[in-house]
């Protein structure tokens, strides 16, 4: 009855953590959600603005703030920020324009 008890013990400790991600796994993933939100933004020069924000798996969104010029002739290579969400489960990301923020950069 002991060696069971002590074998599922072990079992459960084992399995815990096989779970957890390694730093690598955690790199590549951030490198995945950078492309994939890049190659949504319509700014040229699109460079991330600090950390990938890891949301829950409850609510299943990677954020990233992203920063760029606008391609457009009018706008005369002015500088943009856009807001990107990645959904952890469509591996999809979705941009929205978010040039009320300000950042670091921007300051007066």
């Given at each position: 009855?002991?060696?069971l008890t002590l074998s599922l013990l072990c079992l459960t400790a084992l399995t815990s953590q096989a779970h957890a991600s390694s730093p690598d796994a955690w790199a590549a993933y951030d490198k995945t959600v950078l492309a994939s939100c890049t190659k949504a933004s319509g700014l040229?020069?699109?460079k991330p603005v600090g950390s990938p924000a890891?949301?829950?798996d409850r609510v299943g969104y990677t954020a990233v703030l992203l920063q760029?010029?606008?391609?457009q002739k009018h706008m005369k290579g002015?500088?943009?920020t856009e807001?990107?969400?990645y959904s952890k489960k469509s591996k999809t990301a979705f941009v929205t324009e978010?040039?009320?923020i300000r950042t670091g950069a921007q300051t007066r």
């Amino acid at each position: 009855m002991k060696t069971l008890t002590l074998s599922l013990l072990c079992l459960t400790a084992l399995t815990s953590q096989a779970h957890a991600s390694s730093p690598d796994a955690w790199a590549a993933y951030d490198k995945t959600v950078l492309a994939s939100c890049t190659k949504a933004s319509g700014l040229k020069d699109t460079k991330p603005v600090g950390s990938p924000a890891q949301f829950d798996d409850r609510v299943g969104y990677t954020a990233v703030l992203l920063q760029g010029q606008y391609p457009q002739k009018h706008m005369k290579g002015q500088q943009g920020t856009e807001l990107c969400l990645y959904s952890k489960k469509s591996k999809t990301a979705f941009v929205t324009e978010w040039d009320s923020i300000r950042t670091g950069a921007q300051t007066r």
